[in-house]
């Protein structure tokens, strides 16, 4: 299936992610208050933290070697057996770990009934085998069994989550959702594949992929998923509220172009397979445009309307969340360059220790500055946290590239976005004195702001892709 498709159907699943998250996150925000969304972000992150350890690299290292044996039934079903053996291994040794904490750590036992019902979350999370789905590139199964799932959470949760006290059954509604996925994609699976025990034992050419890129996604977690861990045990639920609003925005925006890059990475891994360095390079190039394009003028207007956002989402109360926005939002740009670099450059070319190198720079840097700015500045402390590590990261692996030469990155691109994303500031300061009202400064600013961007992109930067979607012919004399 050609990549724009696979990216047509994984846009759909990531815009229904989204839109769910938009459309939910402002009614349970509301119904529950930060406290409780502080709890429920709390206990979340922390079974998201204990996954990374039970999954290692394999969802990484799944999409490529199912990439690479999806051509030979035999081949894929001996990849798929390796890697659902080595997750079974790794799952069952971390569970007996977060039991443990569990019962242990005075911050953990406080909410133990949720953490309980989190193991289903935790197994789910090992088993969904979204990376075998990925590798063989099925995206438009992803995004119906996606789309059909959160659907009915969405009515699950308008239909039971009415009151405060109502943040438990929020919960089990959020680990139901990841049960049922992954039921249907284990299922479902077997129309391809079959799990044999007799291939198991032979897991040593994965092993070793898998535990690099585990400790490069652990490590990168010390910086990312860590944070709000962090800081629920050194401040307050409120505080991790306020963190866990702008954090869930920024997610919002820097999703749309996740689907992209997850879609590429398995045809980049495809490509260097069939020697084919030519597409290889276009496709990084046609990468790099969409990013700035949309992300640059994004990032300036969302941090511009951050109170407004911050509003219209989650309702009063959150005020303490619009500055931990405007400091996240930068990172838009920067974790865009990082996924282009790590999942359509590093990783299908298997130049793995880069990966490692960098997520050790980031942890070090996370660890360092948690200790140091969380427990005094909360959830804007958190978040200057993760701006400095990943702007840390994404330098590493722009000089490693520029080193080596691999790919050429479009530095005049960058810099004539930037420049075109100035106006948008002139704009802002023309709507804010002309108008006084909520609404009215919003929209008008918004319908400026896309107004200017079409200008920009197409009568002064020319821009091929917006060129091309709206199929213009720009004549030069």
Same mark, same amino acid.
């Given at each position: 299936?050609?990549?724009?498709?696979?990216?047509?159907?994984?846009?759909?699943?990531?815009?229904?992610?989204?839109?769910?998250?938009?459309?939910?996150?402002?009614?349970?925000?509301?119904?529950?208050?930060?406290?409780?969304?502080?709890?429920?972000?709390?206990?979340?992150?922390?079974?998201?933290?204990?996954?990374?350890?039970?999954?290692?690299?394999?969802?990484?290292?799944?999409?490529?070697?199912?990439? #690479?044996?999806?051509?030979? @039934?035999?081949?894929?079903?001996?990849?798929?057996?390796?890697?659902?053996?080595?997750?079974?291994?790794?799952?069952?040794?971390?569970?007996?770990?977060?039991?443990?904490?569990?019962?242990?750590?005075?911050?953990?036992? @406080?909410?133990?009934?949720?953490?309980?019902?989190?193991?289903?979350?935790?197994?789910?999370?090992?088993?969904?085998?979204?990376?075998?789905?990925?590798?063989?590139?099925?995206? #438009?199964?992803?995004?119906?069994?996606?789309?059909?799932?959160?659907? &009915?959470?969405?009515?699950?949760?308008?239909?039971?989550?009415?009151?405060?006290?109502?943040?438990?059954?929020?919960?089990?509604?959020?680990?139901?959702?990841?049960?049922?996925?992954?039921?249907?994609?284990?299922?479902?699976?077997?129309?391809?594949?079959?799990?044999?025990?007799?291939?198991?034992?032979?897991?040593?050419?994965?092993?070793?992929?898998?535990?690099?890129?585990?400790?490069?996604?652990?490590?990168?977690?010390?910086?990312?998923?860590?944070?709000?861990?962090?800081?629920?045990?050194?401040?307050?639920?409120?505080?991790?509220?306020?963190?866990?609003?702008?954090?869930?925005?920024?997610?919002?925006?820097?999703?749309?172009?996740?689907?992209?890059?997850?879609?590429?990475?398995?045809?980049?891994?495809?490509?260097?397979?069939?020697?084919?360095?030519?597409?290889?390079?276009?496709?990084?190039?046609?990468?790099?445009?969409?990013?700035?394009?949309?992300?640059?003028?994004?990032?300036?207007?969302?941090?511009?309307?951050?109170?407004?956002?911050?509003? &219209?989402?989650?309702?009063?109360?959150? #005020?303490?969340?619009?500055?931990?926005?405007?400091?996240?939002?930068?990172?838009?740009?920067?974790?865009?360059?990082?996924?282009?670099?790590?999942?359509?450059?590093?990783?299908?070319?298997?130049?793995?220790?880069?990966?490692?190198?960098?997520?050790?720079?980031?942890?070090?840097?996370?660890?360092?500055?948690?200790?140091?700015?969380?427990?005094?500045?909360?959830?804007?402390?958190?978040?200057?946290?993760?701006?400095?590590?990943?702007?840390?990261?994404?330098?590493?692996?722009?000089?490693?590239?520029?080193?080596?030469?691999?790919?050429?990155?479009?530095?005049?691109?960058?810099?004539?976005?930037?420049?075109?994303?100035?106006?948008?500031?002139?704009?802002?300061?023309?709507?804010?004195?002309?108008?006084?009202?909520?609404?009215?400064?919003?929209?008008?600013?918004?319908?400026?702001?896309?107004?200017?961007?079409?200008?920009?992109?197409?009568?002064?930067?020319?821009?091929?892709?917006?060129?091309?979607?709206?199929?213009?012919?720009?004549?030069?004399?």
């Amino acid at each position: 299936m050609p990549i724009k498709q696979n990216f047509i159907y994984n846009s759909i699943l990531t815009l229904s992610q989204y839109i769910i998250a938009i459309i939910v996150f402002p009614y349970v925000s509301r119904v529950l208050g930060v406290n409780n969304i502080g709890i429920v972000g709390f206990i979340d992150n922390t079974i998201n933290y204990f996954s990374l350890f039970a999954l290692m690299g394999i969802n990484l290292v799944g999409v490529r070697e199912v990439a #690479k044996s999806k051509f030979d @039934d035999q081949e894929l079903s001996l990849t798929y057996s390796k890697l659902l053996y080595l997750t079974g291994v790794l799952t069952t040794i971390v569970l007996c770990i977060y039991i443990v904490v569990i019962l242990t750590v005075p911050q953990f036992k @406080d909410y133990k009934t949720l953490f309980y019902i989190g193991v289903a979350k935790l197994i789910s999370l090992s088993f969904v085998i979204e990376w075998f789905y990925r590798g063989v590139e099925k995206f #438009k199964y992803i995004a119906v069994r996606g789309c059909v799932v959160k659907l &009915l959470y969405v009515l699950l949760v308008f239909f039971l989550v009415i009151e405060k006290e109502d943040y438990i059954i929020y919960f089990i509604l959020t680990v139901l959702m990841f049960v049922v996925n992954t039921v249907i994609n284990i299922l479902y699976a077997r129309k391809w594949v079959r799990f044999s025990f007799a291939c198991c034992w032979k897991i040593n050419s994965l092993l070793k992929q898998v535990l690099v890129l585990g400790v490069y996604s652990i490590l990168t977690s010390m910086y990312t998923t860590f944070n709000v861990m962090y800081l629920g045990l050194v401040s307050t639920t409120t505080q991790v509220g306020y963190y866990f609003t702008a954090l869930k925005i920024y997610t919002i925006i820097l999703g749309l172009f996740s689907a992209f890059t997850g879609v590429v990475m398995p045809r980049m891994s495809s490509l260097l397979a069939q020697n084919n360095r030519s597409e290889f390079d276009r496709i990084i190039n046609i990468s790099f445009n969409i990013l700035v394009t949309f992300c640059a003028p994004i990032v300036i207007v969302s941090i511009l309307i951050a109170p407004q956002i911050i509003e &219209l989402l989650s309702g009063t109360g959150y #005020k303490g969340a619009i500055l931990p926005m405007q400091i996240i939002m930068p990172l838009v740009l920067v974790v865009g360059v990082s996924q282009i670099l790590v999942h359509q450059v590093l990783i299908p070319m298997r130049l793995d220790k880069i990966v490692l190198h960098a997520s050790i720079i980031g942890c070090f840097t996370g660890l360092l500055f948690n200790v140091l700015f969380v427990e005094i500045y909360g959830s804007i402390g958190t978040a200057f946290v993760l701006v400095s590590s990943e702007l840390l990261v994404t330098l590493y692996y722009v000089y490693k590239i520029c080193q080596s030469k691999i790919v050429q990155i479009p530095w005049k691109l960058f810099l004539c976005n930037f420049l075109g994303a100035v106006p948008y500031l002139i704009v802002y300061y023309f709507c804010a004195e002309l108008f006084y009202s909520f609404w009215t400064m919003l929209v008008s600013f918004l319908f400026a702001s896309a107004v200017l961007f079409f200008v920009i992109q197409i009568l002064f930067l020319k821009n091929e892709i917006i060129l091309n979607l709206f199929h213009i012919k720009i004549i030069n004399k």
